[in-house]
């Protein structure tokens, strides 16, 4: 991170014991040697024994590569995949609550949640609530049209991330 | 009969305690360093009723720590604690870093609340688990008595396998309670935890081959050599090749330092010959050494014409800070094996005559004795206690040492050919280690001599460790120099703050003979350089007895060569 200019975002998968205490270990980690987390999603697998976290970081080439060895390290980390070094799909959830005041602004907000193929799951007379899933740029995309007056709660789940092919992570 | 007594032992429920006692039995732990109180009553009880495991009683509980690293270290088997929740939980954490730091195998037993309290915030009870996450290799609570010996066979699995370092084990107090059947589990696996011993064939291959060809080698070698007890195969190596070898202080004993082709110690109080042949070295083969900031100096300016060769466990170790050519993750045995393997099949040796001239260039810099001190000055000089010290213990000791100028000249001055006989901090230097370190190298080698270097300011931070010592009649030899200063502190201060001491003059020292005798023990008390070579032979002669010297030394001494911060390793201050 001292080198901000070679800096690249990576998107890590990590499958981990499912056991008390894993996420502590993994973002303890990351705060005692400095690393950047922007996100870090976390749940059980179909393998009930096993967690699956996605983490994004930024770092430098020589910083990921320490991240990757670390995070390998933990004895609970069954193991770890760098996604970003493949082909790999990235989806990430958004929630919005936004302002739909009045039948012309109720209308817009439905027809642009319909232009990101988003879905209205809740509905008040004043608002709408959105469900969108996509990569970050798409969220970002869908939350700048939207535009910051008419947004009154935003929540976003951190990416999760899959890689292409039919190659599984945990064979 | 024998087969009986097993099935009946397997048909028999036992408490948790009980199960403890058993599995360290099992186990083959001889001595475990502790200190009772609440949490851990059950087990003390267990303990009371068997005679197999020796409970050493310390005095505090961080002494119980540095004890069983001690005996880790000496002997390469895991050292063994066992303290109470709260407050033992907290006084132990010092001696769980400090073998973290250093890679040495510790599994550490402690008491916990009732698992019906936890996080409750009640009597005694700190979140073990959370405090110590930063520096074990793992640790573990146990919630449910079923696991209680699988999870110990984990902790001792772990600690002691790939990289060694310290796991905890926190067992609620009714854990130690309940009864379950337990019979000793012989192996556990994990999927999650496989240490990789072999290293890459073709790294190895490709090693070998810049090794005989190169102009202007140094094998760099460290703590991981002496954990790994590959000492033998390196100076076979080493010899085979004619390389010349430098260790870390945490890998002295890894080469014998009487040896010819020894360079002495690296870094920042490293030997001139050393760093001078890392700085000019075309290559650099690191083994089982993790190119600490105390040995670079200034990274940019470290090793600047090699390429490097890192051997290591740990493949965190590599490309960590400094960015190597060949890398080989492996234990330190089997790749020198591949290795030994790979020389002899080789069709060319070494390229001698290239090795001529650079052992000629190394004579030139060890002519410059960086070592030299003043032998005819009228105050007692450090360094000439400890060749003393060398001579009269014929380098046959333990020389366990606190943290401080002392033990670098200790590193400098005591000539280890043997692994496992320089005991010291590295990683995390902590004062007050020395002692108590002593103490656990004594109970694992009875017979032998045992020295602890210390110096007036770290030797008071586990003093009270002489009543264990005297308990147990442990017949250490603590040598301290005094020198009336925190002298590591003073030097700096000297060097780079303009002479300004703040804080680092220790007045109001105690009497350290009376101090001794009032704890049982000899002291003897020296004070001038003529009276030092029969007084270190008198201390020795008193084979059943802790002598404590006091040895008043030259307060204004500096330990030479020293590298100073930011400065790369050609850039010695000498004397
Ligand atoms: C006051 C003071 C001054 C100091 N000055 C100096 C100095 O001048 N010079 C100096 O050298 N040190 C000095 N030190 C010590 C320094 O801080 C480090 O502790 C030390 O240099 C580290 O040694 P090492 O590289 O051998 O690593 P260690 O900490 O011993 O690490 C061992 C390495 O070996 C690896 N390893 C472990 N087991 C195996 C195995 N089975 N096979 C392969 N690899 C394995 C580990 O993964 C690790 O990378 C000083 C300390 C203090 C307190
Ligand atoms: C627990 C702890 N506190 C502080 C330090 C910082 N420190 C390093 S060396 C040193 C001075 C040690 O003085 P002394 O024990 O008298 O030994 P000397 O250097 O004089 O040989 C200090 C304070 C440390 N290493 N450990």
Redesign the pocket.
Same mark, same amino acid.
């Given at each position: 991170m001292n080198n901000h200019d070679n800096a690249k975002r990576h998107i890590i998968s990590i499958l981990i014991e499912n056991e008390a205490g894993a996420l502590s270990r993994v973002a303890g980690l990351f705060s005692a040697r400095g690393y950047n987390i922007e996100a870090l999603t976390v749940a059980a697998t179909e393998d009930p024994s096993l967690s699956r976290m996605t983490l994004v970081s930024k770092g430098t080439d020589e910083i990921i590569e320490q991240i990757l060895k670390q995070l390998n390290k933990l004895i609970d980390v069954v193991k770890v995949l760098d996604l970003t070094q493949g082909d790999h799909i990235e989806r990430e959830l958004l929630l919005v609550k936004v302002r739909a005041v009045g039948h012309e602004q109720r209308q817009e907000v439905y027809r642009l949640a319909d232009v990101f193929r988003g879905h209205v799951i809740d509905i008040t007379e004043n608002s709408y609530t959105i469900e969108l899933t996509g990569d970050g740029k798409k969220l970002d995309a869908f939350l700048a049209t939207l535009g910051e007056s008419q947004i009154l709660e935003t929540v976003r789940g951190g990416p999760s991330g899959i890689s292409r092919g039919d190659k599984a992570m945990h064979t | 009969m024998v087969f009986r007594f097993d099935l009946e032992r397997l048909k028999v429920e036992l408490t948790g305690a009980e199960i403890i006692a058993r599995f360290l039995e099992d186990e083959g732990v001889e001595h475990i360093f502790g200190y009772p109180g609440g949490a851990v009553l059950h087990i003390y009880d267990a303990l009371y009723k068997q005679d197999k495991v020796k409970h050493i009683l310390v005095r505090h509980e961080q002494a119980a720590t540095h004890a069983a690293d001690g005996y880790a270290r000496s002997t390469g088997k895991p050292g063994v604690v066992l303290v109470t929740s709260g407050p033992g939980a907290t006084n132990a954490v010092t001696g769980i870093a400090t073998a973290y730091m /250093?890679?040495i195998p510790m599994v550490v037993l402690t008491g916990q609340v009732p698992t019906a309290l936890i996080g409750n915030d009640a009597f005694q009870e700190v979140d073990t688990v959370g405090i110590t996450r930063p520096c074990v290799k793992h640790n573990f609570l146990v919630k449910d008595v079923n696991e209680l010996a699988v999870t110990l066979k984990k902790a001792f699995y772990i600690a002691t396998t790939g990289?060694?370092g310290p796991v905890v084990v926190d067992i609620p107090k009714d854990v130690t309670a309940a009864r379950v059947r337990y019979t000793h589990p012989r192996k556990v696996t994990m999927r999650s935890y496989n240490p990789t011993v072999k290293g890459h064939i073709r790294q190895v291959r490709k090693a070998v081959g810049m090794m005989l060809s190169a102009k202007r080698p140094v094998l760099y070698t460290? !703590? !991981?050599v002496i =954990?790994?007890d590959a000492a033998e195969l390196l100076t076979e190596v080493a010899h085979a090749l004619d390389f010349p070898v430098t260790n870390?202080?945490?890998?002295l004993g890894g080469f014998p330092a009487t040896d010819r082709q020894f360079l002495g110690? =690296? #870094?920042?109080? &490293?030997n001139y010959e050393a760093n001078m042949a890392i700085s000019h070295c075309d290559l650099l083969v690191a083994i &089982?050494?993790?190119f *600490?900031d105390?040995?670079t100096g200034n990274i940019a300016k470290f090793a600047p014409k090699a390429k490097i060769i890192h +051997? /290591? +466990? *740990?493949p965190a170790?590599i490309s960590k800070n400094v960015k190597v050519d060949v890398p080989i993750v492996g234990?330190?045995n089997a790749v020198l094996a591949d290795m030994v393997a790979e020389i002899k099949a080789a069709e060319r040796g070494p390229n001698t005559s290239a090795l001529g001239e650079w052992w000629q260039q190394i004579e030139e810099w060890r002519g410059v004795d960086c070592l030299r001190y003043d032998k005819s000055a009228e105050k007692i000089k450090p360094q000439y206690v400890l060749q003393k010290v060398y001579e009269v213990t014929k380098g046959e000791a333990f020389v366990c040492s606190d943290?401080?100028q002392h033990?670098?000249w200790a590193a400098q001055f005591y000539k280890f050919d043997k692994p496992r006989r320089w005991i010291n901090? #590295? &990683?995390l230097?902590t004062m007050g280690f020395g002692l108590p370190a002593a103490m656990g190298v004594q109970f694992a080698h009875p017979d032998a001599t045992v020295v602890c270097v210390a110096g007036d300011g770290g030797i008071q931070m586990n003093i009270q460790e002489l009543a264990t010592c005297l308990q147990y009649g442990l017949p250490i030899k603590v040598i301290c120099l005094n020198n009336s200063y925190l002298g590591?502190v003073r030097q700096w201060q000297e060097f780079f703050y303009e002479e300004r001491y703040s804080h680092s003059y220790m007045e109001s020292l105690p009497d350290f003979v009376k101090l001794a005798e009032a704890y049982g023990h000899v002291g003897i008390k020296v004070e001038k350089p003529e009276d030092v070579d029969a007084a270190v032979e008198r201390a020795f002669a008193m084979k059943d007895r802790l002598v404590f010297m006091n040895i008043i030394t030259d307060a204004t001494e500096n330990v030479y060569p020293m590298v100073p911060a930011g400065a790369g390793l050609d850039e010695m201050i000498l004397i």
């Open positions: - | /250093d890679s990289r060694p460290g !703590g !991981g =954990l790994d870390t202080s945490m890998g110690m =690296l #870094g920042m109080h &490293g &089982g050494a993790r *600490d105390r040995v +051997i /290591d +466990i *740990d170790s234990s330190v943290v401080g033990q670098m901090s #590295g &990683g230097g590591m």
